[in-house]
């Protein structure tokens, strides 16, 4: 428990992280990265104008996901606060509490990864200018959405399901031993 919450604190920090990086190196106007060509021809000015909007897309699309990922982090930082203080409970032998609190944990942890994972799919995994680009139609992107959702979906059940296993084995193998009556 006290690994993976050192690998919660590493999200917290990743999540705290991200979003600053992509405010920093996203520019919000694209002229910051090209200047509209005011001397340009037709041509150019249409091709800056369908990469203007190209670029609003993808801020507008990274501004949703970093939403996300702040909320991510608040996630990882309740999982990494509880998941060291049953760490702490169950050194100091408190067994009972311990397993609860390893118990809440899971519960926390697929609870907060379904609805996290439920909102990063209402966003789209894959951008929608990404799936009606015209440069892909040759492939139909749609079925990676599906893919997504099937094998995030399982990954939170597999995962969480090997937690509880894992915390059933341990809380059956450490009950301690009732001396028989005489």
């Known amino acids: 428990m006290g690994i993976i919450s050192l690998f919660m604190v590493l999200g ?8 600053v ?3 920093t190196l996203l520019p919000d106007d694209f002229e910051e990265i090209e200047p509209y060509p005011e001397d340009g021809s037709e041509e150019e000015k249409a091709e800056w104008e369908e990469n203007e909007v190209f670029w609003n897309e993808l801020v507008e699309y990274y501004d949703e996901m970093m939403g996300v990922i702040e909320l991510q982090g608040l996630h990882s930082a309740i999982l990494a606060f509880l998941g060291f203080f049953s760490t702490v409970v169950l050194w100091k032998g408190d ?6 609190l390893v118990g809440a944990w899971i519960g926390i942890n697929a609870l907060g990864g ?3 994972f439920w909102m ?5 995994f894959i951008p929608d200018f990404a799936r009606n680009s015209e440069e892909v139609e040759v492939i139909d992107l749609s079925f990676i959405e599906n893919l997504t959702l099937v094998i995030g ?3 939170i059940i597999i995962c969480n ?3 509880l296993a894992i915390l059933a084995l341990v809380s059956m193998k450490s009950k301690p031993e009732v001396a028989p009556r005489e």
């Open 12 to 19: 917290t920090f990743s999540a705290i992280v991200s979003p």
């Open 161 to 163: 399901g090997v937690f």
């Open 95 to 100: 067994r009972d509490l311990g397993i609860k």
């Open 21 to 23: 990086l992509v405010d």
């Open 114 to 116: 379904a609805g996290l």
């Open 153 to 155: 979906g399982g990954q």
């Open 120 to 124: 990063m799919s209402r966003i789209g």
